[in-house]
């Protein structure tokens, strides 16, 4: 298919309506609202349903209930709407559900801003509500990926059954970028292939979409069976991508999204200079590609990581765990809306390394 | 004629054979017979799913025959919305408790309501948080003892229970609204009619509809299952009188 030149607001939209996923409900809060608006035209032209919900807290709520048909169901928002929406998270979780919610990530705590922010990774990254639970969580770097991964999304979480969260931060939605989507679009998901959907009790034991198990040992049984699930995620479905990684990098620069992108312009600008920096990108945050990064970050010309986000230090935690005392690692951050620029970057990798400005 | 084999009432296949966890003298399980009777007769059982909420009624689904989801504390209206817009073909009822709907979920039935959402209410209520043991919900009427309002709901502090079937027909959107009881035979045949009345109107796509059925918690109340039902008939219906409140074809209330 020809390259079209769209604002990833809208390209996430549309990725949605290739993944077979048109049932969508949202609330309206910035930086995202364009896809509502989107989805508000687009949709009836496949056939598809959008409900304007009265609150994020509704949203979820709806998404359970439409996700319960087995047909591919999902939602947009920015930080403070995906808050309201952690207690349908974690219940669906609970439930075996497939949905995808996509964070247009704003800056936080609170209000906060509506600028574009990293701050919500632990919230997406460590469960976000309560219980026992992870979500699948995707971070494209561009327009083009984020399509990618909205089809991703829509498979992974029909695969395993879960709630998958597309992160995508407040640039993601905002730039424009020519992006291309799948020749053939995915046909609607058929809920009479699968043997858990509610299509009505006719020939069979009615069945039941449920969190509550009040028998501890069933309870723990379901908290053993997601674990389970967990695992083969860990083991299948880990992605990430390196950039001018080689053996005479010193510096090893860990970030996602679109801060990556920036680290990127950074790692080629100090090329230039004689300074050799590698970049390492998760691109699932969850599952984290921790293996990868453990034997990165060993490699003997390694010297530091530097992890930098927009926030105050959130994947920096999971960067830790996962190369295990190592090496030494590094943070710049900048939030609230703030995106930190090459130059920072630049300069927080001289400092590292003793160069001076 | 009668002969001696002919069956003349038995079980409704709307119901499972669990026997029901409810309280001897709780009005749940007549509501759960009326609803699932409806379903049978309608013959829409195999293409009906349940919407359970949190409250004593968590369970229903161990005892309605019928495909279920458990929702979120008062988030019923939104979860059958979901699936009701998803599948417009299947028959989708929300049966949820005072608490549930009055208290933590009012944003949402008033909202499914006022979309005209094509899905049924039951609505029970008890006056009072049966499920977490007995305390003040947001219909216990004025003066009632509850282990949050010891000496009586006290409206000065709390305000006047909220009635939900008055506060919806507020709504312009077309709905179905109606009150009814099933603390005696009499009221549990009109009970049964309006129930069915909802369905129907689903059946129909025409409107939203809910039946909010006066119900009994003797456990709760601290009273026999006999004097539940009298002290509902005597104070219950006055605060909260029966009737079809709204009717998308009749000019009611």
Same mark, same amino acid.
């Given at each position: 298919?020809?390259?079209?030149?769209? =604002? &990833?607001?809208?390209?996430?939209?549309?990725? !949605?309506?290739?993944?077979?996923?048109?049932?969508?409900?949202?609330?309206?809060?910035?930086? +995202?609202?364009?896809?509502?608006?989107?989805?508000?035209?687009?949709?009836?032209?496949?056939?598809?349903?959008?409900?304007?919900?009265?609150?994020?807290?509704?949203? %979820?709520?709806?998404?359970?209930?439409?996700?319960?048909?087995?047909?591919?169901?999902?939602?947009?928002?920015?930080?403070?709407?995906?808050?309201l929406m952690m207690e349908a998270i974690s219940y669906?979780?609970?439930?075996?559900?497939?949905?995808?919610?996509?964070?247009?990530?704003?800056?936080?705590?609170?209000?906060?801003?509506?600028?574009?922010?990293?701050?919500?990774?632990? +919230?997406?990254?460590?469960?976000?509500?309560?219980?026992?639970?992870?979500?699948?969580?995707?971070?494209?770097?561009?327009?083009? @990926?984020? /399509?990618?991964?909205?089809?991703?999304?829509?498979?992974?979480?029909?695969?395993?059954?879960? *709630?998958?969260?597309?992160? %995508?931060?407040?640039?993601?939605?905002?730039?424009?970028?020519?992006?291309?989507?799948? @020749? =053939?679009?995915?046909?609607? /998901?058929?809920?009479?292939?699968?043997?858990?959907?509610?299509?009505?009790?006719?020939?069979?034991? *009615?069945?039941?979409? =449920?969190? $509550?198990?009040?028998? *501890?040992?069933?309870?723990?049984?379901?908290?053993?069976? #997601?674990?389970?699930?967990?695992?083969?995620?860990?083991?299948?479905?880990?992605?990430?991508?390196?950039?001018?990684?080689?053996?005479?990098?010193?510096?090893?620069?860990?970030?996602?999204?679109?801060?990556?992108?920036?680290?990127?312009?950074?790692?080629?600008?100090?090329?230039?200079?004689?300074?050799?920096?590698?970049?390492?990108?998760?691109?699932?945050?969850?599952?984290?590609?921790?293996?990868?990064?453990?034997?990165?970050?060993?490699?003997?010309?390694? @010297?530091?990581?530097?992890?930098?986000?927009?926030?105050?230090?959130?994947?920096?935690?999971?960067?830790?765990?996962?190369?295990?005392?190592?090496?030494?690692?590094?943070?710049?951050?900048?939030? %609230?809306?703030?995106?930190?620029?090459?130059?920072?970057?630049?300069?927080?990798?001289?400092?590292? $390394?003793?160069?001076?400005? | 004629?009668?002969?001696?084999?002919?069956?003349?009432?038995?079980?409704? =296949?709307?119901?499972?054979?669990?026997?029901?966890?409810?309280?001897?003298?709780?009005?749940?399980?007549?509501?759960?017979?009326?609803?699932?009777?409806? $379903?049978?007769?309608?013959g829409v059982q195999d293409r009906t799913v349940g919407?359970?909420?949190?409250?004593?009624?968590?369970?229903?689904?161990?005892?309605?025959?019928?495909?279920? /989801?458990?929702?979120?504390?008062?988030? !019923?209206?939104?979860?059958?919305?979901?699936?009701?817009?998803?599948?417009?073909?299947?028959?989708?009822?929300?049966?949820?408790?005072?608490?549930?709907?009055?208290?933590? &979920?009012?944003?949402?039935?008033?909202?499914?309501?006022?979309?005209?959402?094509?899905?049924?209410?039951?609505?029970?209520?008890?006056?009072?948080?049966?499920?977490?043991?007995?305390?003040?919900?947001?219909?216990? #009427?004025? %003066?009632?003892?509850?282990?949050?309002?010891?000496? &009586?709901?006290?409206?000065?502090?709390?305000?006047?229970?909220?009635?939900?079937?008055?506060?919806?027909?507020?709504?312009?959107?077309?709905?179905?609204?109606?009150?009814?009881?099933?603390?005696?035979?009499?009221?549990?045949?009109?009970?049964?009619?309006?129930?069915?009345?909802?369905? +129907?109107?689903?059946? @129909?796509?025409?409107?939203?509809?809910?039946?909010?059925?006066?119900?009994?918690?003797?456990?709760?109340?601290?009273?026999?299952?006999?004097?539940?039902?009298?002290?509902?008939?005597?104070?219950?219906?006055?605060?909260?009188?029966?009737?079809?409140?709204?009717d998308p074809d009749q000019e009611v209330g």
């Open positions: 298919m020809a390259k079209k030149l769209m =604002k &990833g607001n809208e390209a996430i939209g549309e990725a !949605a309506i290739a993944a077979g996923a048109i049932n969508y409900f949202a609330y309206p809060i910035t930086p +995202q609202s364009e896809v509502a608006e989107y989805m508000t035209w687009r949709l009836p032209e496949v056939g598809g349903v959008f409900v304007q919900a009265e609150s994020e807290v509704a949203v %979820g709520n709806m998404l359970l209930g439409a996700a319960s048909t087995g047909k591919r169901v999902f939602t947009t928002s920015s930080s403070p709407g995906i808050s669906m979780a609970g439930d075996h559900l497939p949905v995808v919610i996509v964070n247009i990530t704003r800056g936080g705590p609170g209000l906060g801003g509506i600028l574009p922010a990293q701050s919500d990774y632990f +919230q997406a990254v460590k469960a976000g509500g309560h219980g026992d639970y992870h979500s699948i969580v995707l971070a494209p770097a561009s327009v083009q @990926e984020a /399509v990618d991964l909205m089809i991703l999304a829509f498979d992974l979480a029909d695969t395993y059954r879960t *709630p998958v969260i597309v992160m %995508g931060d407040g640039m993601i939605g905002q730039m424009m970028e020519s992006v291309e989507f799948p @020749e =053939k679009y995915h046909d609607p /998901v058929n809920p009479e292939t699968k043997d858990w959907p509610l299509t009505g009790a006719k020939g069979r034991k *009615p069945r039941v979409i =449920k969190s $509550l198990f009040l028998d *501890p040992k069933l309870l723990e049984k379901n908290s053993f069976d #997601l674990a389970a699930k967990y695992a083969v995620i860990k083991a299948k479905e880990v992605r990430h991508e390196l950039y001018k990684v080689s053996n005479k990098n010193r510096i090893l620069i860990t970030a996602y999204g679109t801060m990556a992108r920036i680290c990127q312009t950074a790692i080629d600008e100090l090329e230039e200079e004689g300074i050799s920096a590698g970049l390492f990108r998760p691109i699932t945050l969850y599952p984290f590609p921790e293996k990868e990064i453990y034997q990165e970050a060993a490699k003997k010309n390694i @010297e530091a990581i530097l992890t930098v986000e927009m926030s105050m230090g959130q994947m920096i935690e999971d960067v830790e765990r996962f190369i295990k005392g190592t090496k030494p690692i590094e943070f710049y951050g900048r939030t %609230g809306g703030i995106v930190p620029t090459p130059n920072e970057v630049k300069d927080k990798v001289r400092q590292m $390394l003793g160069a001076g400005k | 004629m009668l002969i001696d084999n002919d069956v003349i009432f038995s079980r409704t =296949k709307g119901l499972t054979e669990n026997i029901t966890h409810y309280c001897p003298g709780c009005t749940h399980g007549v509501i759960h017979r009326l609803v699932s009777e409806v $379903l049978v007769e309608l919407v359970a909420p949190v409250g004593c009624s968590v369970l229903a689904y161990n005892y309605y025959a019928v495909d279920f /989801v458990e929702a979120a504390h008062g988030r !019923a209206p939104a979860t059958a919305t979901g699936f009701k817009r998803v599948r417009p073909d299947m028959v989708v009822f929300t049966y949820q408790g005072d608490g549930d709907m009055a208290s933590i &979920g009012m944003g949402e039935i008033v909202h499914a309501a006022n979309r005209g959402e094509k899905f049924t209410t039951i609505f029970v209520n008890n006056a009072i948080y049966g499920m977490t043991g007995g305390q003040m919900a947001p219909t216990t #009427l004025p %003066g009632h003892k509850t282990t949050t309002c010891p000496q &009586g709901r006290d409206v000065t502090v709390v305000g006047y229970p909220i009635r939900m079937v008055e506060l919806l027909s507020g709504l312009r959107t077309p709905a179905y609204l109606a009150r009814v009881s099933v603390h005696s035979p009499m009221h549990i045949v009109a009970a049964k009619k309006a129930i069915r009345r909802a369905f +129907q109107l689903q059946l @129909e796509g025409r409107c939203f509809s809910l039946v909010e059925v006066l119900s009994t918690c003797p456990t709760n109340w601290g009273i026999t299952p006999t004097a539940a039902t009298k002290w509902l008939a005597d104070n219950m219906i006055d605060y909260y009188p029966l009737g079809i409140y709204k």
